[in-house]
């Protein structure tokens, strides 16, 4: 279950790791993932590396990304001669595009 904890200047959001991955118990040192830092001003900020990849990704498979739009084949981590890149796009009659999210 994921809560809200107050610490001094905000609040955090921790969210709690299914412990149904044996490897994934072996390696962890905690129970949760600190995710979300909420501001005193109530901006909440995540602080999960892991969340603007998979928020790109949600917006382009429902090609939802203004700019995008012509790009209907998304492939996630495509090799590249130095290592992978975030995305790699396709679509008709347009060029491939390569993304990475920063």
Avoid: W
Avoid at 16 to 29: E, G, L, P, Q, Y
Avoid at 55 to 82: C, D, E, F, M, T
């Amino acid at each position: 279950m994921d809560h809200f904890y107050s610490v001094r200047g905000g609040s955090v959001l921790l969210c709690h790791v299914a412990h149904f991955c044996i490897d994934n118990r072996k390696s962890r040192h905690t129970n949760g993932d600190l995710t979300l830092v909420q501001l005193p001003n109530s901006i909440l900020v995540c602080i999960d590396s892991r969340v603007p990849e998979k928020l790109v990704a949600n917006g382009l498979y429902a090609n939802a990304v203004s700019g995008l739009k012509l790009y209907n084949h998304v492939k996630r981590q495509p090799k590249i001669p130095s290592g992978r890149l975030d995305f790699l796009l396709h679509g008709n009659g347009t060029a491939p595009c390569y993304l990475e999210e920063e």
